[in-house]
């Protein structure tokens, strides 16, 4: 067979493969992890009726930051074909979203209380917000690694 039929069969191949095992795997601890976690929040915050305002305001956003992870994980593992690292974007950019809420909460409690847990807090933040964005720029290089691959077969393939 023709060197180049059979790389475009593995091309078509690929493109039209389920998730791996080990994606559906994470994903799958990403949907659990998060549903627990948000369900552990949702019960504390019903549990206590009389929670200050801000309390209140934090567990809202806890939940609706699993809600998220939860819906990330439920589109991956519905989709059922190879994501091509745009999942990875999704998840890195909600990672640096949700980190700069938690450096921005810890500066106010800084700011309010002036305490040293809350510079414990602020500092985590900001190590964890510095994270985030290391990992969503290496999402964004691999999505555009991807699509830049993508363009070149496709161009490949219209020139038969």
Known sequence: MNPQVQSLNEVRMLATAELSL???VG???LLLTSAAVAG???SLWCSEPALPARTQFAFGAMSMIGASWMMLAIWALR???PLFARDRVIAGSMAVVFTALFTVGAGVAV???DSI???GALATGMVMLGTALFVLRGARKAFAALAA???ELERELGAR
Do not use: D, L, P
């Open 22 to 24: 080990k994606a559906r």
């Open 27 to 29: 994903y799958v601890g």
């Open 40 to 42: 552990v929040v949702i």
């Open 79 to 81: 989709a059922r074909r």
């Open 111 to 113: 700011v309010m209380s």
């Open 117 to 119: 847990a809350a510079y």
């Open 149 to 151: 691959r993508r363009i």
